[in-house]
């Protein structure tokens, strides 16, 4: 089983001159450092206002890349704000090119597969609805979105291997 290759240096290259680009367009000065990241598997990007540096998964393929780029740029340009998803950063993201959303389908397309059979982790259960979730590490105060925090404090219901408690949330009991 071949490991999987993060983005290539021509794609690299290509996402640095996009940077370029786009703070000229856009009059964005001085241009934010973009550094690539091999410990970013789950998440996509990350914008650091106050060193003007943008961190992106080496995980990404090109279009992830460019997309996500753009997205982080956003929030460069905004700057520091109560609302990091707000109306402000959200015209700024159309400006750019990027998608207005705060998240993304899903994660760096290139990322190997997290073993996870072998670790342990809880299965949480709404008292509200029943949605059964799965969590590695449990905050206090998690709650349903559907229900609120009045009807749906999740509580621990089950701690065992990922599989197994994956099981769970698909079934009854």
């Known amino acids: 089983m071949s490991d999987p290759r993060p983005i290539s240096p021509l794609e690299r290259a290509s996402v640095e001159r996009l940077l370029s680009g786009l703070c000229e367009e856009h009059g964005i000065s001085p241009v934010p450092m973009l550094e690539w990241s091999r410990r970013l598997r789950r998440v996509l990007g990350k914008a650091y206002q106050d060193r003007r540096l943008i961190r992106l ?38 400006k750019l090119g990027a998608d207005p959303r705060a998240t993304a ?20 259960e709404c008292p509200g609805c029943g949605l ?42």
Do not use: N
């Open 57 to 94: 998964s080496a995980w990404l393929d090109h279009e992830q890349a460019q997309a996500t780029l753009r997205h982080e740029l956003a929030h460069i340009a905004v700057g520091r704000g109560r609302r990091p998803h707000g109306p402000r950063w959200q015209a700024w993201a159309v």
């Open 105 to 124: 389908h899903s994660g760096p397309s290139l990322a190997p597969e997290r073993k996870l059979d072998g670790r342990r982790c809880s299965g949480l």
């Open 132 to 173: 059964r979730i799965v969590r590695f590490r449990v905050l206090r105060g998690l709650y349903c979105r559907a229900c609120g925090p009045r009807r749906g404090m999740l509580a621990r219901a089950l701690r065992g291997p990922y599989a197994e408690v994956m099981e769970w949330t698909k079934g009854d009991g």
